[in-house]
């Protein structure tokens, strides 16, 4: 594992790997397994066939004469399919797995000497069996029997559309038992933007074919372990930082208006901060930094109306949460400790504004720190206000 803190850092071990055609996979947390999605959705992955074919009944758009795009497609507008995302780009790599600071993320590589295309047959076999029984298939893989291995090329031949469709049913039986990186051609805005190309994993012929032919991609080091690059969480922010300034961010990454606008949005306010669990991070001493200082407009109240119909809070601090915006929100772990005057193991900690000034001289500008916790049934909340205005 090959702990990343900054962008420089990471440039510089990937400039290190050998050789000159890599893939990258980047995830914001540890999962176990790298799979395709689909096989967090047992039903969808036994019914596949009828999934895809009532999907393209409801989206005919997604359908596309290229068997390989019709799925890609249909993973575009959420789908769940037997394809992995990679990237060609590192850095495309490294952005996906700085998102979501609030866990350790991993960039994970992969390697082949055998890439295939999507215009390859075995690209077009390995989509078309999506929409083949699932049974069908699987007896092709582990029989030998005359009988089953006509009846799944005649049905091959028929979903793919080419009677001229020529397969060998050995070398087909080998390709559904391992994975194939798949270089993507350059159709959509979202593939394009991302670098985007798939693994296409083995079937699902028995437990755990998926994932092994996945980590047989894997790039390994002189010790044959694969090589992992992990983004511990409280760098995530300034690496973030560091990609937009180099063109990759949320609105370049993802190619709608919605992204666009969100990473606009950042642009212009420079905001929201993010904080991290870390004692050491800025933002989370500017609140202990700022109570302590008695900048506490609400301290240790419960925003809950009692037993016998009573509030903690006055009128004004009534208006002032009725009218608190959130900009950016955070959970903050502690050791039942104290954090802004409250006890608790954990804190939801809201970065935001107020249409409800506190005071005359208070700037509606203003951010103020929004501090949740709940200990042994009682919840109660503390609102800070922050340095920065």
Same mark, same amino acid.
């Given at each position: ?17 050998? @050789? ?29 066939? %009828? ?24 993973? @575009? ?97 080998? %390709? ?44 390994? %080091? ?102 608190? @915006?959130?900009? %950016? ?45 709940? @200990? ?14």
């Amino acid at each position: 594992m090959i702990k990343i803190e900054t962008l420089e850092g990471f440039i510089k071990e990937v400039d290190s790997l050998p @050789h000159k055609e890599l893939f990258y996979r980047g995830e914001n947390r540890k999962f176990d397994k790298r799979s395709p999605s689909i096989y967090q959705y047992p039903s969808l992955q036994a019914n596949s066939s %009828d999934y895809y074919n009532r999907l393209l009944a409801e989206m005919p758009s997604a359908k596309s004469e290229d068997l390989f795009f019709t799925i890609a497609n249909l993973q @575009h507008y959420g789908a769940k399919t037997r394809f992995l995302d990679v990237t060609s780009n590192a850095l495309i790599g490294l952005f996906f797995a700085s998102l979501q600071q609030d866990e350790n993320g991993y960039v994970y590589v992969y390697h082949s000497e055998n890439v295939k295309f999507d215009t390859g047959h075995t690209a077009l076999m390995k989509s078309a069996i999506n929409f083949l029984n699932s049974k069908l298939t699987m007896d092709f893989i582990k029989e030998c029997n005359p009988k089953k291995e006509q009846d799944f090329l005649e049905k091959l031949r028929e979903v793919i559309s080419t009677q001229n469709w020529v397969g060998k049913p050995d070398q087909i039986r080998e %390709d559904l038992k391992k994975a194939h990186i798949v270089i993507a051609t350059k159709k959509s805005d979202r593939i394009i933007r991302q670098a985007g190309n798939f693994i296409i994993p083995a079937f699902e012929y028995k437990e755990n074919a998926v994932n092994k032919s996945i980590s047989e991609l894997s790039l390994i %080091d002189i010790k044959k372990e694969p090589i992992i690059f992990e983004i511990p969480k409280e760098n995530k922010h300034e690496i973030l930082k560091d990609l937009a300034k180099v063109g990759i961010h949320q609105g370049s990454v993802y190619p709608d208006v919605e992204n666009q606008t969100n990473y606009l949005k950042d642009f212009y306010e420079d905001f929201p901060s993010k904080i991290s669990n870390s004692d050491t991070n800025s933002l989370k001493q500017e609140i202990i930094e700022q109570y302590k200082a008695g900048e506490i407009l609400i301290k240790s109240k419960s925003a809950f109306t009692g037993a016998q119909g009573t509030r903690d809070l006055t009128v004004v601090e009534e208006e002032f949460l009725s009218g608190f @915006h959130t900009c %950016d929100s955070v959970l903050v772990t502690e050791a039942d400790d104290y954090f802004a005057g409250i006890r608790a193991d954990h804190f939801v900690v809201e970065i935001g504004y107020s249409e409800q000034t506190y005071g005359d001289d208070e700037a509606w500008e203003t951010q103020f720190a929004l501090i949740t916790g709940n @200990h042994k049934g009682t919840r109660l909340i503390t609102v800070v206000r922050l340095k920065n205005k």
